[in-house]
T-cell receptor, first 115, second 113 residues
Framework: DAGVIQSPRHEVTEMGQEVTLRCKPISGHNSLFWYRQTMMRGLELLIYFNNNVPIDDSGMPEDRFSAKMPNASFSTLKIQPSEPRDSAVYFC?????????????FGPGTRLLVL | GNSVTQMEGPVTLSEEAFLTINCTYTATGYPSLFWYVQYPGEGLQLLLKATKADDKGSNKGFEATYRKETTSFHLEKGSVQVSDSAVYFCALSVQNSGYALNFGKGTSLLVTP
């Protein structure tokens, strides 16, 4: 299995530009999570989906952030317009289901720098 | 609320030294507990987990015991190797938080030859 795939691995953009991060979960996994990692705040959950439906988006910082999961094998996280404070590493993770004991499998992350 | 507190790093050890990374938690409900490891430039991967009190999770020589009475899940390894250098995250999952993982801040470990 290829694991969780994220693209791009690195993104450098200018303030005000739109940024789209992509994620392909592990085949057969029904749940998908987007996390953000910064030095100041550590790892934060942004949003998660179960069976392609957004379940909890309370961690999404503001309206500039949006996430979609059009099918079981693809999700996007979009930032429009981007700001320097959005600079972080964004991780996608997937799991078989949304259970307390489930293991989440993380992708390699997208390192975003907004200038 | 739900939260995880782990010891500040960085932790620097010589090869073959004993490792302990402390982790305590607060949870409204009965959590499952996890240790994830992040190697440089990579995503997080599960190291071990425990789902009920007194359970011991173990993997690759690492172990941690779910202690409900002290709300702790300390990570230990008897003899660390240079290849164990990484950032270690303690995390919990509990039903009332929608099963999402609440992570600690992470502890950086550097093992020197």
């Amino acid at each position: 299995d290829a694991g969780v795939i994220q693209s791009p691995r690195h993104e450098v953009t200018e303030m005000g530009q739109e940024v789209t991060l992509r994620c392909k979960p592990i085949s057969g996994h029904n749940s998908l999570f987007w996390y953000r990692q910064t030095m100041m705040r550590g790892l934060e959950l942004l949003i998660y989906f179960n069976n392609n439906v957004p379940i909890d988006d309370s961690g999404m910082p503001e309206d500039r952030f949006s996430a979609k999961m059009p099918n079981a094998s693809f999700s996007t996280l979009k930032i429009q317009p981007s700001e320097p404070r959005d600079s972080a590493v964004y991780f996608c993770a997937s799991s078989l289901g949304v259970w307390q004991t489930e293991t989440q499998y993380f992708g390699p992350g997208t390192r975003l720098l907004v200038l | 609320g739900n939260s995880v507190t782990q010891m500040e790093g960085p932790v620097t050890l010589s090869e073959e030294a004993f490792l302990t990374i402390n982790c305590t938690y607060t949870a409204t409900g009965y959590p499952s507990l996890f240790w994830y490891v992040q190697y440089p430039g990579e995503g997080l991967q599960l190291l071990l987990k425990a789902t009920k009190a007194d359970d011991k999770g173990s993997n690759k020589g690492f172990e941690a015991t779910y202690r409900k009475e002290t709300t702790s899940f300390h990570l230990e390894k008897g003899s660390v190797q240079v290849s164990d250098s990484a950032v270690y995250f303690c995390a919990l999952s509990v039903q009332n938080s929608g099963y999402a993982l609440n992570f600690g801040k992470g502890t950086s470990l550097l093992v020197t030859p």
